[in-house]
């Protein structure tokens, strides 16, 4: 019988190439472009892209201004998350408010009580990019995530009006990325798009990384919507049917209160999440986000309006 060879995740060349791809998206990005910017959200795969950039770039000062587009109802604990680290990193963070663009009249908030501000930050981050000229914006997003996101370049190219047509792509032969754009259009850069959740757990556990708590497994004040179990929180009022109830859970993603769904888990270390995603037959958006439920295309008609 032959012997099952196990590797070590600090010695895993998986988890090595797909770092170094990573890196060098990076800096060919810090190459090509005037004024890039890094999403960051405070979830996990930001996480990991905030740690690629510190080692793409070390000792030098860290090169991006960093944003988060907040839609006023996100979790606290991710908030206090984002403000802690770019404190460490001593980074310039740039907050784009759906609160403030709201409280400034050009956006109309929706009511009823599946109302979300979710589809309201692709006007915000494409008001953001402008007003700041940003001509590179750095994502976290991965290919595995949703179909959508499958059909992304690396260099992903937005037109003027921060709009996404997949036929109207580059293409990427041996790793060479063309950047070229005009004035007033924009490319969105995913340096994870090769990663897997899997993968990126992985590359937690092996950098040591600090994560939200919400990660890892808690009691909770939920309830059950459309299959999902949702936070009991004040932006998403319940339905007449609907009755809150403690479940222990956590989060796979990291996204709006009114749409991001916990999971029933019991593991509170990350070596246990490991062990759950590599048995997990649901992608974490299929089970944890409502705003991809609405139809099949849900993701893809918000991207070719501009969101990320």
């Not at 060879?5 to 190439?17: N, S, T």
């Not at 090509?32 to 910017?37: K, L, M, T």
């Not at 309830?223 to 007449?240: E, K, S, T, W």
Request: proline share 5%.
């Amino acid at each position: 019988m032959t012997a099952q060879v196990v590797i070590p995740v600090d010695h895993d060349p998986g988890l090595d190439q797909l770092e170094a791809e990573a890196i060098f998206i990076l800096r060919e990005v810090a190459a090509e472009f005037e004024r890039p910017a890094l999403l960051f959200s405070g979830g996990k795969d930001s996480i990991v892209l905030l740690r690629l950039a510190e080692k793409a770039f070390w000792p030098a000062r860290f090169p991006f201004t960093v944003m988060h587009v907040d839609t006023g109802h996100n979790f606290p604990e991710v908030i206090e998350f984002r403000d802690r680290r770019i404190a460490e990193l001593k980074a310039r963070l740039v907050v784009a408010s759906v609160q403030e663009a709201i409280d400034e009249g050009w956006l109309q908030e929706e009511r009823g009580p599946r109302a979300s501000r979710n589809r309201l930050q692709t006007p915000v981050l494409l008001a953001a990019i402008a007003r700041h000229q940003f001509d590179a914006a750095i994502g976290g997003a991965r290919r595995d995530e949703e179909k959508a996101r499958a059909k992304e370049r690396v260099f992903s190219f937005r037109d003027e009006f921060g709009q996404w047509d997949p036929r109207n792509q580059r293409p990427e032969l041996w790793n060479l990325y063309n950047g070229l754009h005009l004035r007033g259009e924009h490319m969105r850069v995913f340096p994870l798009s090769n990663w897997t959740e899997l993968d990126v757990w992985r590359y937690i556990a092996r950098e040591g990384l600090e994560i939200p708590s919400i990660y890892f497994a808690h009691e909770r004040e939920v309830f059950q919507r459309d299959g999902m179990l949702m936070a009991v929180n004040p932006y998403l009022p319940m339905l007449p049917h609907e009755r809150p109830f403690v479940e222990t859970v956590r989060y796979r993603t990291v996204g709006d209160m009114t749409c991001t769904a916990a999971i029933r888990s019991t593991a509170r270390t990350v070596q246990e999440i490991i062990a759950e995603v590599a048995t997990a037959r649901v992608t974490e958006r299929g089970a944890s986000r409502a705003d991809d439920q609405f139809s099949d295309a849900a993701m893809e008609d918000r991207k070719r309006e501009g969101y990320f």
